[in-house]
């Protein structure tokens, strides 16, 4: 087992690792002080003997991929964008992954159009419902069920009930007494998680079993992350090293981060990505503002600021040095384009030395870059990636001494939508 499996290092950056290690006391107390805020459970969740409950998980997996075609996901913010995150990484590109079947969201807009056309898309299909809400109140989330509720009810009568799937908490919520007293099955969101970092757990771990993941493999990496970096050395944990040179660019009048990648199904893991460190650390007035690009493609729109325009981002380029499937650029006698010369190369050849001119071009144009690189794109270094970057995020946030378990200008939103919709 490769014991450096995110390997962290810096491309045109007046960081030296003297000054960075500078924060090694503060770290080691930071490190030490995390399992005493709430909603901590995810720091250590990955090494517990979860046998069961995977077991479990995949059993209602195998009866929902065989009783049906489509399962909707109800939720909103961290109770899907990890699972959506995980589910675009790993299926292919056109069609589903072999073992699994397609998985839609709802609750994540109030848009009448977009649930309007879901319902005359299901119709066509034999439908599992999963709706996850650790509380059932959130807006979202509870009008889509309500709606996904009652269409199942209408379509399958008695039986709905065997095809609804309720993850929430154990004792308490909204969400929770709808479940008891209809008796759908039910799958528990941990008290002690909060939503953002609770996709290593049935809010994510669900979905994705029922898309074809291997949540077994997807836990592995986790777990050989939470491992690893237990480690309260500044020197040997790069999680810990990514979060202070965030920082310390910060602190030097930098105000944006840009995740970047090279793989257009890393998308929707940019989305849980941006989730994790706005809502983590955006409070006080304090906080790099997260956002993403996907390369090559947008190097022919937004690339041209990131080269040229205002000195106010660096780059966090995220690269998986293998991934599954490739082409060989083919030979054409004609050569009208003049491209035989690539002949000999394949497409992720071409892709990763185009990652390599990036980084170089941006760091030569003045931009700070940090590279996150990783051996593969599967199930275990993704559930790696994710644990070190709530590990990450955790450091990052409390370095900047907010709170990265809360969101109080989220629930400021909710108070306010309420107060204009009751309004006569």
């Known amino acids: 087992m490769i014991k450096e499996v995110v390997k962290t290092t810096l491309l045109n950056c007046s960081l030296e690792e003297s000054d ?36 479990s998980i995949e059993r209602v997996a195998s009866e929902i991929r065989a009783c ?11 109770s899907f964008l990890g699972a959506r995150a995980i589910q675009e990484a790993l299926k292919p590109y056109f069609g589903l992954s072999e073992h699994g079947i397609e998985v839609v969201y709802v609750g994540l807009n109030m848009s009448g159009a977009y649930i309007k056309q879901l319902l005359s898309y299901l119709d066509k299909k034999q439908v599992y419902v999963n709706v996850i809400s650790k509380s059932g109140g959130t807006m979202e989330p509870a009008l889509a069920f309500r709606v996904m509720r009652l269409y199942m009810e209408k379509r399958y009568g008695d039986k709905a009930k065997e095809r609804i799937i309720v993850t929430t908490d154990a004792e308490k919520g909204i969400l929770k007494g709808i479940a008891d007293k209809a008796g759908y099955r039910q799958f528990v969101i941990p008290s002690n998680i909060g939503g953002r970092y609770s996709v290593l757990t049935p809010v994510g771990l669900l979905p994705v079993a029922v898309a074809g993941v291997d949540i077994r493999a997807l836990m ?26 965030r920082h310390m660019l910060y602190e030097q009048g930098y105000s944006i981060e840009l995740l970047a990648s090279f793989e257009p199904g890393l998308n929707k893991f940019h989305e849980w990505w941006k989730q994790l460190f706005g809502e983590s650390e955006g409070k006080e007035k304090k906080g790099l503002y997260p956002s993403t690009v996907n390369f090559s493609t947008d190097l022919h729109s937004i690339g041209q600021f990131i080269q040229d325009g205002s000195p106010i981002m660096f780059e966090t380029l995220l690269h998986f040095h293998e991934i599954e499937g490739d082409l060989q650029v083919p030979f054409d006698e004609r050569d009208e384009d003049g491209l035989n010369y690539l002949s000999h190369r394949s497409f992720n050849e071409i892709n990763a030395i185009s990652k390599q001119g990036t980084a170089l071009a941006h760091a030569e144009g003045g931009v700070p870059v940090i590279q996150l690189e990783l051996p593969k794109l599967d199930e275990y270094h993704l559930g790696y990636l994710i644990y070190f970057f709530m590990k ?33």
């Open 220 to 245: 592995a990496g986790a777990k050989h992350a939470t491992e690893e970096l237990l480690e309260p050395d500044l020197a040997n944990n790069d999680a810990y090293k990514y979060a202070v040179m």
């Open 20 to 55: 960075i290690l500078k924060y090694k006391n503060q770290v080691k107390d930071i490190h030490h002080a995390i399992p005493q805020f709430e909603l901590t459970g995810w720091v250590n969740s990955p090494v517990q003997d979860h046998h069961e409950l995977l077991k």
């Open 392 to 424: 990450a995020c955790a450091m990052s946030a409390c370095l900047l001494e907010v709170n990265p378990f809360d969101q109080p200008g989220v629930e400021a939103y909710k108070s306010k939508m309420l107060e204009l919709l009751k309004e006569k």
């Open 68 to 78: 049906a075609n489509v399962l909707v996901v109800a939720g909103v913010g961290g």
